[in-house]
Nanobody, 126 residues
């Protein structure tokens, strides 16, 4: 069974940092473009970051560009999201997602992702 499992969320003070991990199991995701999305209370799901198969190409939402960094370790079948300079607006449930391996492009559109994790809560206190 294919699974994406996020971890690393928690409560952090404004200005702090967290690193989220997304561990894939059931099959290798080394050929899949991966992404992070988030959903804040009362808001729609929002794109955060995406990374291509090799990790050589990344793309970020304007709201996190320069503060967050997405990376991957294909040998460990894991994707990471390093989040720095966190603020209250970053409070959300963060989801890891994978596109099908037949697609080489990254995407900021959640409709183009086929596998999703259950999410991990990030709460930033001001």
């Amino acid at each position: 069974q294919v699974q994406l499992v996020e971890s690393g969320g928690g409560l952090v003070q404004a200005g702090g940092s967290l690193r989220l991990s997304c561990a894939a199991s059931g099959r290798s995701f080394s050929s899949n473009p991966m992404g992070w999305f988030r959903r804040a209370p009362g808001k729609e799901r929002e794109f955060v970051a995406t990374i291509n198969r090799s990790g050589g190409s990344t793309y970020y939402a304007d709201s996190v560009n320069g503060r967050f960094a997405i990376s991957r370790d294909n040998a460990q079948n894991t994707v990471y999201l390093q989040m720095n300079s966190l603020n209250a607006e970053d409070t959300a449930v963060y989801y890891c997602a994978a596109r099908l391996a037949i697609y080489s492009r990254t995407s900021s559109d959640h409709r183009e992702y086929n596998y999703w994790g259950q999410g991990t809560q990030v709460t930033v206190s001001s």
